[in-house]
């Protein structure tokens, strides 16, 4: 008995690579590598090869560090992405950031709030309780949120 194979999954359009991707490198293995991550979902990776690849050809990197190089390019478009969402749905006001804040004018102690800006309480678990409606309060609290 023969078996036939499973007729290929009918391609489904691809949009162009970016031209500076395309002036850069070329082949068929550039070209599948941009539709793997367009599959894959790796939208940072495929902004970054256009600038990395040629990079790497002409400076003969090693295969790994090209991956290394991709894949760190991805976690960070990654992280800066999960920010600006954590920070949109916090819905903090915006502009209000420890740029704009004057110490000196706090009721809160100096000591007490670069203890806070610090953020080492978050990775003690511990809470904060701002208890208050002030333009100031909000101030101090919006400008934790942006802390980095």
Same mark, same amino acid.
């Not at 500076?20 to 939208?43: H, M, N, Q, W, Y």
């Not at 999960?82 to 000196?104: C, D, Q, V, Y």
């Given at each position: 008995?023969?078996t036939t194979?499973?007729? +290929?999954? +009918?391609?489904?359009?691809?949009?162009?690579?970016?031209? &500076?991707?395309?002036?850069?490198? #070329?082949?068929? *293995?550039?070209?599948?590598? @941009? *539709? =793997?991550?367009?599959?894959?979902?790796?939208?940072? @990776?495929?902004?970054?090869?256009?600038?990395? @690849?040629?990079?790497?050809?002409?400076?003969?990197?090693?295969? #790994?560090? @090209?991956?290394?190089?991709?894949?760190?390019?991805?976690? *960070? $478009?990654?992280?800066?992405?999960n =920010?600006?969402?954590?920070?949109?749905?916090a819905?903090?006001?915006?502009?209000?950031?420890?740029?704009?804040?004057?110490e000196? *004018? #706090? &009721?809160?102690?100096?000591p007490?709030? &670069?203890a806070l800006?610090?953020?080492?309480?978050v $990775?003690?678990?511990?809470?904060?309780?701002?208890?208050? &409606?002030?333009?100031?309060? /909000?101030?101090?609290?919006? $400008?934790? $949120? /942006?802390?980095?």
């Amino acid at each position: 008995m023969t078996t036939t194979p499973p007729a +290929p999954a +009918p391609a489904r359009p691809r949009l162009a690579a970016p031209a &500076s991707a395309v002036a850069a490198t #070329s082949g068929a *293995a550039f070209d599948e590598a @941009i *539709a =793997l991550t367009r599959r894959l979902k790796l939208p940072h @990776i495929r902004r970054a090869m256009a600038e990395i @690849i040629p990079t790497a050809k002409a400076q003969r990197w090693d295969p #790994s560090e @090209i991956v290394r190089a991709l894949l760190a390019e991805e976690a *960070a $478009g990654r992280d800066a992405a999960n =920010l600006r969402t954590r920070r949109a749905r916090a819905a903090f006001p915006t502009g209000k950031t420890f740029h704009i804040w004057n110490e000196e *004018a #706090s &009721s809160i102690p100096v000591p007490t709030q &670069s203890a806070l800006r610090t953020l080492e309480w978050v $990775g003690r678990r511990e809470n904060l309780c701002c208890d208050g &409606s002030s333009c100031r309060l /909000c101030v101090v609290v919006s $400008g934790l $949120g /942006c802390c980095e």
